[in-house]
């Protein structure tokens, strides 16, 4: 615990240099929302979703066609820059009111609480976020050690194979990894990416309520503070998850979900979203930071709007490469306003978006480019196959649990007819606080501003197409899960200007109550999960232990492959037994190697071409056989064939426990109660 807690801290106090500075010079430089004339606390909430906006797609852009280290170069003259500005020019630190301290040290506890191990004796238990942690934690070695673009690091056939993904946001933490020499690992250095993006998003909040959904001056700080402290709400999915938990109490089911955003197709809360999911969420606020500079850069003169336009540009090119989805639901947005924008002759704003999109397009083609899959990734069967986006209407499961198995275009029809209970639940406070805005914004018979209209489209936008689209390339919806947000933003905006709403006043009081509880509640079974199943409280879960001992075989583990960190080069290659129920979490989480076969498919859907897999995993079979199979008696063989440099054999593997097989038979480089570690080829080890 101390030392994830120490390393995380130290990635957060190192973060400013590409997540603060950045923004800050391009705001000074091109004077953005009168930039250089704001107060300091407007110029710091500013910078950080502006530079998180322009440091990926700057980073991605001359570390491919120059080198890392020339981006390096690049930041550290725009360091520079930033303390001559504040010598010369005396500008000052922002003064933030106690409110803005409160909640952003409780933001801090609650990123490190939700992320960092938990240390009980020699029980070593990591939180449910570790799932797609240990994921993000290999992206982020890779990136560190094999540079832009980076390679897959759970598929090696002999060779890295280029990495495709949407990995914009990582590559900062990527590159914090690389330059701390790997003293701060690539799990601390993405925890301390998921603070930084969470507090981004709220000065983004706060900016957009200065900027864009203005109100006057004199009640700005207190719509500030309630549209941050809104970012704390989810829908109602307290009720559906206690609902589960009495169903346990009555013996009816063990079911409890790890998380209460899971029992129905996801609508997710942006604490959630922070959490689980930076990269989509640094997505989001590029493509919000890109409305902003393009809705403002229309009320600008003709030498003004190139800045707005210019910078907008290269936050969508950021947003294709960290949210490929929300970008795809922005950049439908963008068509759908741009013919609004024509329509009602709207010229100015007509060729900042123009620009923008020109822009835009020129700094993501590289990258889109680079995701085209080589020949025989697919094959024919791939090509057969469904499209990456599919139509349908939102399901609503409770529907699919009583009525059983209905045919397809009943269910749809019955989805269709309570998509309202569906998105109530979903969104509590919001759905209410929306329509009464709604309600009363139509009362007033006035037309909508610029501003109201832009966003009430980017709002219907985001519903239509989440609502009857979903992407399919793997079972996640994330083109449904993701898109949504747009939306939501849209929502919260709505809901500062009712929350206080006399007439309906004890209703939204008590959905506020209900929607804070169920991130309460959240925050609290994203950490105690791992340590109730242990414990029998709740079920245990195939992805982190078959049985009640994830704790002690974890402790294990992360000393393991800690070990395998501390004695081997950067780029060895491990492997570890590819049957694996969905992942094998520890291993991703704390290896800091790159894989030859992380599971059966090699995930080869994240590069390479999958004709190698099947070859490779043929020969990790006979040192991993299947369930009750013997193992080969020695691994020299089968080593002379695999490019592998490490094995690792842990005790729930069918090879473990066969005693005249490799693993008892062969003297292990290091070995505990539940792992043994074995050379399997010695090219370029430390350890012999």
Known sequence: MRADLLATLAAICVYPLWLVIPGYVAGWLTGVFAFGRRTPAF??????????????????????????????????????????????????????????????????AMTLFTSIDLQIGARDYYPVTAFDYAVRSEFIHSIGTTGIPPANPFFFPGHTVPLRYHYFWLLLPGLLYQASGYAIGPRAAWIGSVFWCGLGFMCLVAVTLRVFWDRGTKGFPRRAVAGILLLGVTGLDILPTAFLWLLRAGGITAAVLPSVEWWNEQVDGFVYTALWEAHHLSGLIACLTAFLLIQQGAREIATRRIYYAGLAGLALATAVGSSIHIAFVFAIYLFVWTGIVLTKRWWRQAGVLAIAGAIGFAFALPYVLSLRSPAGVHGAAAAAGPPPIEFWIRPFYPVGAVLGHPGVWTLALVNLLVLPLNYLLELGFFFVAGIICWRKRKATRTPLSSPELALAVLVATSLVICTFLRSSVIANNDLGWRGFLLAQFGLLLWSVDVILDRPHRRLLTILLVLGASGTLYDIAILRLYPVLADHGVVAEIGWMAPDRQLGARNDSAREAYEWIAQSTPSRAIVQFDPHVEIQDTSALLYARRQIAAADLRCLAVFGGDASLCPPLVAELLRLYPGKGAPAAAGKETACRSLPVDILVAKDTDSAWADRNGWVWTGKPLFANRYFRVFKCRSAGLAAQ
């Open 43 to 108: 110029r710091f909430a500013l910078s950080i979703p502006l530079s998180i906006s322009i440091s990926p797609i700057l980073i991605y852009s001359i570390g491919r066609f120059a080198s890392v280290t020339a981006a390096g170069v690049i930041f550290a003259a725009a360091c520079i820059y930033f303390a001559f500005l504040f010598v010369r020019r005396r500008l000052g630190w922002p003064r933030l009111p106690l409110s803005a301290r409160l909640i952003v040290a409780a933001w801090l």
